[in-house]
Structures are given as structure tokens and as C-alpha cells.
């Protein structure tokens, strides 16, 4: 019979060392495989987000700026969660000098703009919104919404 004193024998403080550090590494090693596995996806995401939020502040520091003889860029807005890209535009001339059906015409741009080889919506699987204001800033005149599920 093998005396209770053998068998609970502590261990040398050395080795205790050894295999509570090989249990961090193995620990780790599981931890790092599972992530790896599981979410490139989200490091995928979180890299956009990063770049996007990084747009947003370098483009909000130098507006307002002009778009073309009728608009301006007000604002851009970057929400991750939701994986929303908001510009907020506003016009510099009066709505009603705008041609008839141009709420269209601009949604069709919208879409192609951020449909193509390059788009928001199509590449990177990011809404893109514009909401364009009236001159005076107190009318919304315009909602342009391109999700990736128009780009199909």
C-alpha cells in the first residue's frame, strides 16, 4: 500500500511554474485558433469602421464644401453599428429650380454610384444614405437609401 504522503507530494515551485505557463500557452493557442475560425468577418468590419470613422473626421475638418453648382456637403456621419455611411448635403440654389423628376434621376446616381465595382453598398456591404436639405436648412427635400440588397 502506497502511504497518502507519496502521492500528495507537492511540487517543486519549479515545475509548478512550468505547467502554469504551458497552460497560458495552450489556453491561448485554443483562444487564438476559435477566434481565428470564427470571426474574419468581424476584424473585416472592425478595419472598415476604423477607415469610415477615419473619413468621417478627416472630411467633417474641412466642410462645408461644394459637390457641384447646386449642392453642398454638410455633413458626413458614420454609424458602425449599423453599418450606415449618412451624408448630409444641402442645396444652394432654390428646389424649384430643379428640374421635374430630378428625386428619381438622383436616386438612380445614388444607386450606381454605390451599386459599381467600387460602391459602399456593393463592396464593402455598407448602406449609403443622403439626405438633402433645402438651402435655408429647414426642409428636408431628399432621403437617397442604397442598401447592398439594391445591388443585386
Known amino acids: 500500500m502506497v502511504s497518502r504522503s507519496a502521492c500528495s ?22 483562444t487564438f485558433v476559435a477566434v481565428s475560425l470564427i470571426s474574419p468577418q468581424l476584424w473585416a468590419q472592425e478595419a472598415i469602421c476604423r477607415e469610415l470613422l477615419d473619413f468621417e473626421r478627416e472630411t467633417n475638418s474641412k466642410l462645408p464644401r461644394s459637390t457641384d453648382a447646386a449642392t ?51 463592396q464593402l456591404g455598407w448602406t449609403a444614405r443622403t439626405v438633402l436639405y433645402s438651402s435655408n436648412h429647414l426642409t428636408m427635400l431628399s432621403e ?9
Open 9 to 30: 507530494k507537492p511540487l517543486p515551485q519549479s515545475e509548478v511554474i512550468f505547467k502554469s505557463q504551458k497552460m497560458k500557452i495552450y489556453i491561448w493557442s485554443i
Open 72 to 122: 453642398e456637403l454638410i455633413q458626413v456621419r458614420v454609424n458602425c453599428e449599423l453599418k450606415l455611411v449618412s451624408y448630409i448635403m444641402r442645396l444652394t440654389i432654390d428646389h424649384r429650380e430643379l428640374a421635374g423628376g430630378w428625386q428619381q434621376r438622383k436616386l438612380r446616381q445614388h444607386q450606381q454610384l454605390h451599386c459599381n465595382a467600387n460602391g459602399m453598398a456593393s
Open 144 to 152: 437617397l437609401v442604397t442598401r447592398p440588397s439594391d445591388c443585386s
